[in-house]
């Protein structure tokens, strides 16, 4: 039996402001402050993290955006899936890649009003200095758009890897 049945899912809502178009210097600084940020950390992890920090933020325009852009450098849909419970699901991902999610999650929370040293340490373990500080960059800049992204109600769903916004 077949059915012609169409699923209507919910209507999109509507974007608040374009900060981009309204702010278009500072829209500009971050452009070149997240291409600074992303300078040394490998794509796939650097994907790994944007989606980590977006999923705890709730950015849904970001979310879209690095998902997509994570399978078009060749990360797979598993590892995908699963970064929202990377600490139950561990056996995805290298020591290296634990650690700087392990810092992904406590540079964009703070719950302690810091990164706590073992954190810190483990991600040390794993990062050379120039790499590290990188990385925590590139995190501090992904937190920065996923607040653009939520206060102004970004629509996701319409990104296409290699367009960048």
Same mark, same amino acid.
Request: net charge negative.
């Given at each position: 039996?077949?059915?012609?049945?169409?699923?209507?899912?919910a209507?999109?809502?509507a =974007?608040?402001?374009?900060?981009?178009?309204?702010?278009?210097?500072?829209?500009?600084?971050?452009?070149?402050?997240?291409?600074?940020?992303?300078?040394?950390?490998?794509?796939?992890?650097?994907?790994?993290?944007?989606?980590?920090?977006?999923?705890?933020?709730?950015?849904?325009?970001?979310?879209?955006?690095?998902?997509?852009?994570?399978?078009?450098?060749?990360?797979?849909?598993?590892?995908?899936?699963?970064?929202?419970?990377?600490?139950?699901?561990?056996?995805?991902?290298?020591?290296?890649?634990?650690?700087?999610?392990?810092l992904?999650?406590?540079?964009?929370?703070?719950?302690?009003?810091?990164?706590?040293?073992?954190?810190?340490?483990?991600?040390?373990?794993?990062?050379?200095?120039?790499?590290?500080?990188?990385?925590?960059?590139?995190?501090?800049?992904?937190?920065?758009?996923?607040?653009?992204?939520?206060?102004?109600?970004?629509?996701?769903?319409?990104?296409?890897?290699? =367009?960048?916004?």
């Open positions: 039996m077949t059915t012609d049945e169409t699923v209507r899912y209507p999109e809502h =974007q608040r402001l374009d900060w981009a178009a309204l702010a278009p210097d500072v829209f500009k600084a971050m452009v070149r402050l997240d291409a600074a940020a992303r300078k040394g950390v490998d794509p796939k992890l650097l994907e790994l993290v944007k989606i980590r920090a977006s999923q705890i933020n709730r950015c849904a325009l970001c979310l879209d955006m690095h998902s997509k852009d994570a399978l078009a450098a060749g990360e797979s849909v598993e590892r995908i899936i699963q970064l929202s419970a990377w600490d139950e699901s561990e056996h995805f991902y290298t020591e290296r890649e634990l650690a700087a999610l392990e992904t999650e406590a540079v964009t929370v703070l719950t302690d009003g810091f990164v706590p040293d073992e954190v810190y340490a483990k991600a040390a373990k794993h990062f050379e200095e120039a790499e590290l500080a990188q990385l925590i960059a590139a995190i501090t800049v992904i937190n920065a758009w996923n607040r653009f992204g939520v206060t102004c109600r970004r629509v996701p769903g319409h990104y296409q890897p290699g =367009q960048h916004t």
